[in-house]
């Protein structure tokens, strides 16, 4: 073999499969006979569609490197494709690249950055540190009493801290000194079920507040340009936080049944969450400051349309200029900077274009029509709908280690079938409760950031985590199926 070959065959065989896969499944559709209701450009989104699916499910590449791909891809396919309402005329790789930056001046977007420097600010001052230690600081000494306090900590941050991954990474740590403090075993089943609690804690709570995650925020992306209205902050809460508040104590009941405490009491707990305490010293000016400027947010966002028109973008984006005013404030950019995950940044502008594109050059549309035509969802009513979907988006999320981009991939495809759906239900109220499914990253780690950042304290192995998410995912499910016929049902939504 020469060695030309060699170097050839050395570079293909240090070459990702899975973006090898993901290039063959992109080329497979784009050579596929063109279906005479869908336009070329659609095809080719699709085609873009799958490439991503693919890369995203066996992480190829980074999603920050899958970002750009698809940037480019977009820029050159759709470019060079007829336009949907001239097909004599092509878009033009100055307009098809305008296309794949659309996500990047969406509200959402600059949303879900602002959501991002709060959760810096809060790593900054250590007022995210402060609220947990004091939440524990109240709770009795008794493991399951740790236990709840652990989940406490998770809801009220879910209110402050925009972010699931930046909770968990604020958590983590609090929760090991206090093993460490404790004198438990970080093999032990308290201390795995600590972390595990901390890892689908926050994923339920994902589902109870709107601001919590990335991906609630890319949804509402979405309902604007699709469904042309969307939910409220503190209409998702009254939705979604009774599901998110019984599904804690589930939580709690089925790690304490799997996972059983081997000592009732831990003696000193209380002594020793208040030594950490006192070692942060008295509440400084920047916490107080950031407490009010928290709070008052949360009074915008949860009052929108009630006592104000402000979005919460417009709210958040105010609370910021406050945060880092000279003296009032309570950090500077450098201060920040570099505590922002800016790959989340690109990601999520992504996924948003990619969503709009779907829709603009009818892709979106064909594939929820195709997906009615052959389905029979149209017979099975709101209920089917929503258990049938509801249970695809479980299944589906096996594959995904993101949320955020199984929001973008599938979730414009659903509202089409929605909208192409017949029949009289809400078709805004089903879009939020399949956002809520969307968050069931319980039974794998890799299913979401938060679980791989509780997995790498080494508590808990894969195994331990799934059996507690397969119980958690099965009657989160039939839950939501009753909420469906009952309280959802109460409020309209479905």
Request: charged share 10%.
């Amino acid at each position: 073999m020469s060695e030309t070959s060699t170097s050839r065959f050395s570079l293909l065989r240090g070459f990702p499969p899975g973006l090898l896969v993901g290039v063959l499944a992109l080329i497979g559709v784009l050579l596929l006979p063109l279906p005479a209701d869908l336009p070329v450009a659609g095809q080719r989104v699709l085609a873009i569609l799958v490439f991503a699916v693919v890369v995203w499910i066996t992480e190829a590449v980074s999603y920050e490197a899958s970002a750009i791909m698809i940037t480019a891809l977009l820029a050159f396919l759709v470019g060079t494709a007829p336009t949907v309402a001239n097909p004599e005329v092509v878009y033009g790789s100055s307009a098809a690249i305008g296309m794949a930056l659309t996500g990047f001046s969406s509200p959402a977007l600059a949303l879900v950055a602002g959501a991002l420097f709060i959760a810096a600010a809060m790593t900054h001052t250590g007022l995210d540190r402060r609220i947990a230690l004091f939440t524990l600081s109240r709770v009795g000494t008794s493991t399951r009493h740790v236990l709840g306090g652990t989940l406490v900590v998770i809801v009220l941050l879910s209110l402050v801290v925009p972010s699931a991954t930046a909770r968990a990474a604020c958590v983590v740590p609090i929760m090991l000194g206090i093993i460490a403090a404790f004198g438990i075993d970080r093999r032990s089943n308290i201390a795995a079920g600590m972390m595990i609690i901390v890892a689908q804690g926050t994923s339920i709570w994902n589902i109870g507040i709107q601001t919590a995650a990335a991906q609630n925020l890319l949804l509402v992306v979405f309902m604007d340009k699709l469904l042309g209205t969307r939910v409220s902050w503190i209409d998702w809460l009254i939705a979604g936080a009774p599901w998110a508040l019984l599904m804690s104590f589930v939580l709690l009941f089925v790690v304490l049944r799997l996972l059983p405490p081997e000592t009732e009491r831990i003696a000193g707990g209380r002594e020793a969450v208040a030594r950490e305490l006192a070692a942060l010293g008295p509440m400084t000016g920047p916490q107080k400051r950031l407490l009010a400027v928290s709070v008052g947010l949360l009074l915008c966002w949860a009052s929108e349309g009630k006592l104000h028109g402000f979005d919460t973008t417009s709210t958040t984006y105010a609370g910021l200029v406050i945060l880092m005013l000279p003296r009032l404030g309570v950090m500077t950019w450098k201060d920040v900077q570099a505590r922002i995950p800016w790959g989340t940044v690109i990601v999520f502008g992504v996924g948003i274009s990619l969503g709009t594109v779907l829709l603009s050059t009818q892709a979106g549309q064909w594939l929820g029509a195709q997906v009615v035509a052959h389905t029979g969802l149209g017979s099975v009513g709101p209920l089917g709908i929503f258990a049938i979907l509801g249970a695809f988006l479980i299944v589906i999320h096996l594959g995904f280690a993101s949320a955020t981009a199984l929001t973008s991939a599938l979730l414009p495809i659903l509202i089409a079938v929605l909208l192409n759906l017949p029949g009289d239900f809400n078709r805004l109220g089903m879009t939020m409760l399949l956002g809520f499914v969307v968050s069931y990253g319980f039974i794998l780690p890799i299913n979401a950031p938060q679980n791989m950042v509780c997995l790498g304290t080494e508590t808990f192995n894969a195994r331990q985590f799934a059996r507690v998410g397969l119980l958690i995912t099965v009657i989160g499910y039939l839950s939501m199926l009753v909420f469906a016929t009952t309280w959802w049902r109460w409020l309209g939504w479905i």
